[in-house]
């Protein structure tokens, strides 16, 4: 098997499970937000790759303004040791 992408955690499951997380950079106007990975909303077997989010995920305040809403880039984050909770 190829190991083509960094991370293994492809969901949202995934990464709640393995304690990492995801960051959205809302290019058009500049903002950062902290994806909530445990965000029922979404699921555990939400697809958590760039073009499965994108899909999922657009910016409100663009949106609202008329601006590009899915113009995104998202930052998967690695291991917090201190936020896991088990
Ligand atoms: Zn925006």
Redesign the pocket.
């Given at each position: 098997m190829s190991n083509k992408y960094p991370f293994t955690e492809n969901t949202l499951g995934k990464k709640l499970e393995a304690g990492t997380g995801l960051s959205v950079y809302?290019l058009?106007?500049k903002?950062t937000a902290a994806l909530d990975v445990a965000e029922r909303r979404f699921g555990a077997d939400q697809p958590c790759m760039h073009w499965d989010l994108i899909k999922i995920i657009y910016?409100h305040?663009?949106r609202a303004a008329g601006?590009d809403?899915r113009n995104l880039q998202f930052t998967n984050h690695a291991l917090a040791p201190e936020k896991r909770r088990r």
């Open positions: 809302y058009t106007c903002r910016c305040e663009c601006r809403d």
